[in-house]
């Protein structure tokens, strides 16, 4: 009597909705398909934070001109044929649900021309229906434009929240593509205003530096079952973790949660992880974002590792800021000042205030500490220098002496050779 099925175009309507459900997530959907397409160059462009409109172009392989119009089918991919292609998928997406989503719920537009071809293709989408079709010169690549997202779909339209937070929802979907991909050039423009032109890099170093302003430094390990590279800003700035699996954007609440107490509230910490296929379950989310890892343990502690802090897992609970790379003496200046590289710096320690302040940890008061820094100031061993700034840089605030004298100087070895002419 009052149950019923819904008509199938309806049915189809509410499922696009599910799996795009703001500019965002076209956005996301589209670099994908450019960077799978091995685009080396990519620009998304929003007007009304991707309301209005959203267009991704990039130089990549194209489409074959008699598959444009299957491309916004359902279950329309050139990614995986069978079952077994699963396991072992190089690509972003292989679900072909994308495009069709985004053409049911929009009016639609891709031009693409094929590298095998001399003219490309173009076609109007209406709410999933082909309009128009007709040939165009273009160079080879695909631009694919969305207008008015959920024209068609007011109870999804009601949804979207105002331009200012779906186009930082843009923002943050192209930073994880741009911190993930150094590699490709990448630009966003919103409004007509670009906000970011990032060309291609090899290092992802500087890649983070183009985005955030300040030079990061990297950590790395490799053992059998993970590749690790790790990159941390060395100013604090505005706190953000960003994490990569395979150099796919993820979430996995543990694994940012940890790497946001061992790498500090205020830096920019970057977590790229290569794990072998088997390790990683992307089906915990149906947007494929928070992942299920496997041993992840091992994987924290492999963190921990590389910054060089205890292993034990106990650890993991603890909440502690900052990480500390181990010290290694250069040299002494005029009995004075110890030198010695800490990471990617190069410090240079008040000797007289470092025993102080190691004294003063062993339990002296203030004065005592003071003059017996005096008395062993000059006979310092080498070794026994190491082993002092090994514990100082231990303690979670080894700046200052107990009367408040910033104890070390440092600078940051980028600059030092930046100023020889040379990359770092
Ligand atoms: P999927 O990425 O899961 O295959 P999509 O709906 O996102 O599904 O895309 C469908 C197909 O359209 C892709 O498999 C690919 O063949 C083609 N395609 C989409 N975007 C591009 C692009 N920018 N460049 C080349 N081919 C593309
Ligand atoms: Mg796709």
């Not at 099925?5 to 076209?26: F, K, M, Q, T, Y």
């Not at 462009?45 to 444009?68: A, N």
């Not at 002494?332 to 320690?349: E, H, M, P, S």
Request: glycine letters at 6%; a positive charge.
């Amino acid at each position: 009597m009052f149950v019923h099925l819904l008509p199938e175009e309806i049915r189809r309507l509410i499922s696009a909705g599910e799996v795009i459900e703001n500019p965002a997530d076209c956005v996301k959907e589209l670099v994908e398909n450019s960077l799978d397409a091995q685009a080396k160059r990519v620009e998304v462009e929003i007007v009304k934070g991707g309301k209005r409109y959203i267009s991704v172009k990039d130089d990549g392989l194209g489409i074959h001109p008699e598959d444009i119009d299957k491309v916004i089918l359902e279950h329309a991919t050139s990614k995986i044929r069978s079952v077994e292609d699963l396991s072992h998928l190089q690509t972003y997406g292989f679900r072909g649900e994308a495009l069709s989503s985004i053409a049911k719920v929009s009016r639609m537009v891709i031009s693409s021309r094929f590298y095998t071809e001399d003219k490309g293709r173009n076609i109007k989408v209406e709410g999933g229906i082909v309009k128009e079709k007709k040939t165009v010169g273009m160079p080879v690549g695909t631009r694919v434009e969305v207008f008015d997202l959920f024209y068609n779909l007011p109870a999804r339209l009601k949804f979207l929240r105002s331009e200012d937070t779906e186009r930082s929802r843009v923002i943050k979907i192209f930073k994880e593509y741009a911190i993930a991909r150094p590699d490709v050039h990448l630009l966003l423009v919103s409004n007509g205003k670009e906000l970011y032109n990032l060309p291609p890099v090899e290092d992802p170093r500087q890649r983070l530096s183009h985005m955030f302003g300040v030079p990061f430094e990297e950590f790395s390990h490799e053992d059998t079952f993970v590749r690790l590279r790790f990159f941390l800003s060395v100013h604090s700035i505005k706190g953000e973790v960003h994490t990569f699996v395979n150099s796919r954007p993820i979430y996995n609440k543990n694994l940012n949660e940890f790497v946001r107490k061992i790498a500090g509230y205020k830096k920019v910490a970057v977590c790229s992880m290569e794990l072998p296929p088997y390790a990683v379950d992307f089906n915990v989310h149906p947007k494929k974002r928070e992942v299920k890892i496997y041993r992840e343990r091992k994987l924290l502690q492999a963190i921990a590792n590389i910054l060089r802090k205890p292993t034990s897992v106990s650890l993991l609970k603890q909440p502690f800021e900052g990480y500390r790379p181990e010290p290694v003496l250069m040299g002494i200046l005029d009995d004075t000042v110890a030198i010695a590289r800490v990471g990617d710096f190069l410090y240079f320690f008040d000797i007289h205030l470092l025993l102080e302040r190691l004294n003063y940890e062993a339990g002296m008061d203030e004065s005592r500490a003071c003059r017996l820094a005096h008395k062993s100031g000059g006979m310092l061993e080498k070794e026994e220098l190491s082993k002092l700034l090994k514990t100082l840089m231990d303690f979670s605030n080894p700046e200052v002496c107990p009367h408040g004298r910033p104890i070390y100087y440092k600078i940051y070895l980028g600059d030092i050779y930046k100023k020889l002419g040379r990359s770092f």
